[in-house]
């Protein structure tokens, strides 16, 4: 008999949330390895993200879904008031006068479009809330993370997972030839909750409210653009840099002072070729990374972490963790939503990326006639919400 009903290897976000999610059906969870940190060295030319020691600036934008989750871990209410804040509209810009698309929270019947949370404190809340778990034993290594005795190994190690590429598992990557340049700012004008995104090609550009350093007036900063640019942008002092932001934003979330220190990490879109088999099974970016246009990655982990938690518990009793019809289950689920996202994200940075002025004619128009079919964007936001 296996030693841990489960082992989870990979202790970021996912990783943390899925021993969580496990260890309340009573499962004996082991919990392996270290954060798989998503901000990349400025030299990793693998597309795929490697880890670097850098203060982390990320701010995650978590749907309804991803907070009942937190909510039903215990978890959502031991963050610090000022590490999460509610997103009541969020205006999109294109590269035209006049072309843009509005979401609201009022026009949902919803308290909020989504919420941006401080990923270090999210991670810390997690493994505060693992450290008090009854059945879950951490197993971290310093020379490396040995096999470990489990019916069931959930591999939660991120976008480079080793234990991924072990099993022989194939995760192609497509390279967007992009970075993701990500700081917190602060600004002269409140916020009032509303995050702004700007579609201009060839970079995306969002301003994500957020309560640090001062409530009403942070915003996490999320900007996609060229390889080549993004070296321009890290190489810029803190002056010339909020000078580019102002240029960038036109001034209209005020005047932006940068109050972190600058990362970037390449962007791509891939996808695990499978992603269970026998007695194993991928969560999170070790089986699929998009875009972060949407803000949808950490979604769609915690949405795999909630379906997998969802078929262990309605497995019938005499079929085992490591069944590889109960996992395929698993992998029927998942599959139609995570496409789905692949395919949106790409379309529109494919959309947006480029130059033509035919497709930049159409995308604005597009925006525009998007926003007066309210029904239509009504149901958008409807599934961004729900997840």
């Given at each position: 008999?296996?030693?841990?009903?489960?082992?989870?290897?990979?202790a970021g976000a996912v990783g943390l949330a899925a021993a969580l999610a496990l260890a309340r059906q009573?499962?004996?969870?082991?919990?392996?390895?270290?954060?798989?940190?998503?901000?990349?060295?400025?030299?990793?030319?693998?597309?795929?993200?490697?880890?670097?020691?850098?203060?982390?600036?990320?701010?995650?934008?978590?749907?309804?879904?991803?907070?009942?989750?937190?909510?039903?871990?215990?978890?959502?209410?031991?963050?610090?008031?000022?590490?999460?804040?509610?997103?009541?509209?969020?205006?999109?810009?294109?590269?035209?006068?006049?072309?843009?698309?509005?979401?609201?929270?009022?026009?949902?019947?919803?308290?909020?479009?989504?919420?941006?949370?401080?990923?270090?404190?999210?991670?810390?809340?997690?493994?505060?809330?693992?450290?008090?778990?009854?059945?879950?034993?951490?197993?971290?290594?310093?020379?490396?993370?040995?096999?470990?005795?489990?019916?069931?190994?959930?591999?939660?190690?991120?976008?480079?997972?080793?234990?991924?590429?072990?099993?022989?598992?194939?995760?192609?990557?497509?390279?967007?030839?992009?970075?993701?340049?990500?700081?917190?700012?602060?600004?002269?004008?409140?916020?009032?909750?509303?995050?702004?995104?700007?579609?201009?090609?060839?970079?995306?550009?969002?301003?994500?409210?957020?309560?640090?350093?001062?409530?009403?007036?942070?915003?996490?900063?999320?900007?996609?653009?060229?390889?080549?640019?993004?070296?321009?942008?890290?190489?810029?002092?803190?002056?010339?840099?909020?000078?580019?932001?102002?240029?960038?934003?036109?001034?209209?979330?005020?005047?932006?002072?940068?109050v972190s220190e600058r990362a970037d990490w390449p962007l791509a879109l891939a996808r695990a070729e499978?992603?269970?088999?026998?007695?194993?099974?991928?969560?999170?970016?070790?089986?699929?990374?998009?875009?972060?246009?949407?803000?949808?990655?950490?979604?769609?982990?915690?949405?795999?972490?909630?379906?997998?938690?969802?078929?262990?518990?309605?497995?019938?009793?005499?079929?085992?963790?490591?069944d590889s019809k109960l996992l395929a289950r698993y992998a029927r689920r998942r599959d139609l939503p995570?496409?789905?996202?692949?395919?949106?994200?790409?379309?529109?940075?494919?959309?947006?990326?480029?130059?033509?002025?035919?497709?930049?004619?159409?995308?604005?128009?597009?925006?525009?006639?998007?926003?007066?079919?309210?029904?239509?964007?009504?149901?958008?936001?409807?599934?961004?919400?729900?997840?």
């Open positions: 008999m296996a030693t841990f009903d489960v082992c989870v290897r990979g009573g499962l004996s969870v082991a919990l392996q390895g270290g954060v798989p940190l998503a901000i990349a060295a400025p030299t990793d030319t693998t597309g795929v993200g490697a880890a670097a020691a850098r203060p982390d600036v990320r701010a995650y934008a978590l749907n309804a879904a991803s907070v009942a989750l937190l909510v039903s871990l215990k978890v959502w209410d031991a963050l610090p008031a000022d590490a999460r804040c509610a997103v009541y509209d969020m205006h999109i810009e294109g590269d035209a006068p006049g072309a843009a698309l509005d979401f609201s929270a009022w026009a949902q019947g919803a308290e909020q479009l989504a919420w941006i949370v401080d990923a270090a404190e999210l991670e810390s809340a997690l493994g505060s809330a693992v450290r008090f778990a009854p059945h879950i034993t951490r197993l971290d290594s310093v020379d490396g993370d040995p096999a470990v005795d489990a019916a069931l190994l959930v591999l939660a190690e991120g976008k480079a997972s080793a234990t991924r590429e072990r099993l022989g598992v194939q995760m192609p990557v497509q390279r967007y030839g992009q970075r993701a340049v990500a700081a917190r700012l602060l600004s002269d004008q409140g916020h009032a909750g509303l995050a702004r995104q700007w579609f201009r090609s060839p970079d995306i550009l969002a301003l994500l409210p957020f309560d640090r350093p001062t409530r009403g007036h942070g915003f996490g900063l999320v900007w996609s653009v060229p390889d080549a640019r993004a070296d321009e942008l890290m190489a810029l002092s803190p002056e010339a840099f909020e000078w580019a932001l102002a240029d960038a934003t036109g001034g209209v979330a005020g005047r932006l002072r940068l499978a992603v269970c088999g026998a007695g194993w099974v991928l969560v999170g970016d070790a089986a699929h990374i998009v875009h972060p246009l949407a803000g949808q990655g950490l979604n769609l982990g915690l949405a795999d972490v909630a379906v997998l938690a969802e078929v262990l518990a309605g497995r019938e009793t005499w079929r085992p963790l490591d995570v496409r789905a996202v692949g395919h949106v994200t790409d379309g529109l940075l494919q959309v947006f990326a480029s130059q033509q002025p035919v497709v930049r004619e159409l995308r604005n128009r597009g925006l525009n006639l998007l926003n007066r079919l309210t029904p239509l964007k009504r149901l958008l936001a409807a599934r961004a919400l729900d997840g």
